[in-house]
């Protein structure tokens, strides 16, 4: 039987694919569609319940929700069991269940993401979501997982898409995107409660070294009223990340025990939902979080303190059948507060704080009896920063159009998509720079049954350079005012406003399938074209830091298998390989890792009992990586790290369930081999400062009542 079904055309692009990448923008982004259009009503009375239970759906590829087999991008799935059992400790930590993610943990609560050969830069070339809004600071591209305002208890389901994303989501989704889906509202009324805390454990010269950790706290709340028409959730949690010592840090910092506390982070959050009629629903959601840390400078001998502070809003409106039944409309606004302050011991405090404004309004049309849809949107972002050592704007606008075909029977979508976005970046002592850019995705899919499906795309996408990579002339307030009267004022000139936007070009064929319901699979093998990326200047011709370094030529597969025969047990298998050259020297390039792989399993061996066991490795890696060397000239080094080369992580999760399973009680080790390493080689992030990520051991408690 095929279940594709109510998804439909498109409405001729008149923007020819074939202009095959050049861009120089950016914007963005996906929200949740109202309906599936996926499995029309017949096919749904027709299906038993194990077959309507399997179907998988998806809502970030192509702003609407779809069958994942029909989905014109690689996307991978982290469903609620498995980040029920993972114990994980935040998002990033879950990404390593994804085929080809790069998941590198410098500190304590620092984790950058890397994808598809393409690495570095905090986690400004994936892009992160949260129910579709941007979960990253404009100024500096950066996502803080350990701060987020949800937890992995609040989460549903990840939704990954593995390559370009740009053309639904603009400029932060040159490698991928990453969608946190929060779970929905219960129809009962709930009270949650979820605990934990442990110990963290690294080696020293002097011998292991132990520190405590509180781990995460929760507390939620959530209701309807009797007509089941509005719902209200309200939260509360608290993580605590401490910073693993290395060598390096002195033994009177740790023994004051000031310089590494480590980062801790508090959160409030509240949600209304209101839905008078199947056709109509309101979402509005607010946060508050509150992030402090105390870290040190093993190269300067000085402690940074920093504190800040988020605020954000979301409206989110949603309207079936719009002026006729088959037209819906969407509009979601998101604004953000940010305010932060920058302590060092040796200088005065420094502020930063920064506005920022979203919206995406999205239509979706549906024709020639569902056999096409088409859905438009546009996207304006706004970000404003009024405090700082620089004062950059943004303005950034994206078109959207995607137009879905399905002929023969529905066996064969066509799948058809641009985005055209402007983004004018106001610079305080430089100017403005503007960045104009079109990226396209083609996309067939033929489906041979229910069970089985290929793909192949062609897509583009970008990353222009953010405001701390170009700004320039920066006055530092803290030496001004030691500056002889009548003496010019000191400038640090750090930036580089002639930077190119990053730009990629990729090509892929895909399979996804399934056997017998219990086995299932999902490969991909791409190559791309990678230009302009941006890195640090080899040639150390200071004060300028960041060049358009590297031209890349890649090829690549990624592979995830799944194999659950019973509700007892699954296991699975993700592996990822990718070549990377020079463009001109075809010299090999080993920035990111060649090989990155995943083994786990889930059991159940007796009643109430879960285990959980994750691995998640990576090897054959030797980026080049910046070392800072004091009183010498040029006072920066790059140099291949080696030490970097091979990683492997393992965890284990035991749970037990009480009290009509209302109560889990779970103890988890994290990266249980670090104690037989070497502790340089616990260092997951290519940079010599990176602290080595050890062992830890805690034990938590979850509890739900109804």
């Known amino acids: 039987m095929n279940r594709n079904s109510q998804l439909t055309l498109f409405i001729a692009l008149p923007l020819a694919c074939t202009f095959a990448g050049t861009f120089d923008v950016r914007a963005q982004e996906d929200e949740k569609a109202i309906q599936y259009k996926d499995v029309n009503d017949t096919e749904l009375v027709e299906m038993e319940l194990e077959e309507l239970l399997a179907i998988q759906v998806v809502e970030t590829v192509s702003l609407r929700k779809q069958s994942i087999r029909e989905a014109p991008s690689s996307v991978t799935v982290i469903t609620r069991e498995q980040i029920e059992t993972s114990g994980a400790q935040n998002i990033a930590e879950l990404l390593r269940l994804v085929p080809g993610i790069h998941v590198m943990q410098l500190t304590g609560d620092s984790y950058s993401i890397g994808q598809r050969g393409i690495s570095r830069l905090s986690n400004g070339r994936v892009l992160v979501l949260v129910d579709g809004t941007h979960a990253r600071e404009y100024v500096n591209g950066y996502t803080r997982f350990s701060a987020l305002a949800v937890s992995p208890e609040d989460v549903q389901r990840i939704e990954v898409i593995r390559g370009p994303g740009s053309v639904i989501y603009g400029a932060g989704a040159l490698s991928g995107v990453v969608n946190v889906i929060t779970r929905d509202i219960p129809s009962t009324s709930q009270t949650e409660v979820s605990a934990n805390g442990g110990l963290n454990a690294v080696q020293r010269s002097g011998g292991r070294w132990w520190q405590e950790t509180w781990g995460n706290s929760r507390v939620v709340y959530s209701s309807r009223n009797r007509t089941e028409t509005m719902g209200y959730r309200f939260g509360a949690s608290f993580s605590d990340s401490p910073e693993w010592p290395n060598d390096e840090l002195p033994d009177t910092a740790l023994a004051q025990n000031q310089p590494i506390t480590g980062p801790s982070a508090y959160a409030l959050q509240s949600q209304v939902t209101y839905q008078p009629t199947q056709k109509l629903d309101i979402d509005l959601t607010l946060s508050n979080v509150h992030y402090e840390n105390v870290g040190f400078s093993d190269i300067s001998n000085f402690s940074i303190t920093q504190s800040t502070n988020s605020v954000s809003a979301t409206l989110e409106l949603n309207r079936a059948e719009l002026v006729w039944p088959n037209l819906d409309f969407s509009i979601a606004l998101a604004g953000t507060h940010i305010s932060s302050e920058f302590t060092r011991t040796d200088v005065n405090a420094r502020n930063m704080k920064t506005n920022s404004l979203r919206s995406l309004s999205k239509l979706l049309l549906s024709t020639f009896a569902d056999h096409n849809i088409t859905t438009f949107a546009y ?246 990586v910046s070392q800072l060397i004091p009183d010498s000239e040029p006072p920066v080094s790059i140099v291949a790290n080696e030490k970097a080369a091979d990683q492997m992580v393992v965890n284990i999760r035991l749970g037990r369930l009480l009290w009509n399973d209302q109560i889990e009680i779970f103890i988890a080790g994290k990266n249980l081999l670090a104690p037989l390493r070497d502790p340089n080689q616990l260092r997951m992030y290519p940079i010599y400062a990176a602290q080595p990520i050890g062992t830890t051991m805690f034990i938590g408690l979850n509890l739900t009542a109804n």
């Open 379 to 624: 996207e304006n972002i706004l970000s404003r920063t009024s405090e700082f050592f620089f004062l950059p704007d943004m303005i950034a606008h994206g078109i959207i159009l995607n137009n879905d075909l399905f002929l023969i029977d529905r066996k064969l979508l066509l799948s058809l998509a641009g985005r055209y976005d402007q983004i004018l970046s106001r610079e305080s002592d430089f100017g403005n720079i503007t960045y104009r850019v079109f990226t396209y995705r083609a996309a067939g899919i033929w489906s041979f049954n229910e069970d089985h499906a290929v793909r192949i795309t062609g897509s583009s996408s970008f990353r222009p350079p953010g405001p701390v990579e170009t700004f320039m002339n920066v006055q530092p307030t803290d030496i001004a005012s030691s500056v002889p009267e009548g003496a010019p004022p000191p400038r640090y000139i750090v930036g580089n406003p002639q930077l190119r936007p990053e730009k990629l070009n990729n090509i892929e064929v895909g399979y996804q399938g399934r056997w017998r319901k219990q086995f299932q699979a999902d490969l991909s093998v791409y190559g791309q074209d990678v230009t302009d990326l941006t890195e640090n200047n080899r040639a150390n011709a200071l004060p300028v830091f960041k060049v358009n370094r590297f031209n890349y030529q890649q090829l690549g597969m990624e592979l995830g298998l799944t194999y659950k025969p019973s509700n007892q047990f699954s296991t699975y298998l993700n592996y990822s390989f990718v070549y990377s050259s020079d463009t001109e020297s075809h010299r090999r390039i080993r920035e990111f890792p060649a090989h990155i792989g995943g083994i786990g399993a889930r059991l159940s061996p007796a009643p109430h009992t879960r285990i959980n066991v994750d691995t998640y490795w990576v090897f054959d890696y030797s980026p080049d």
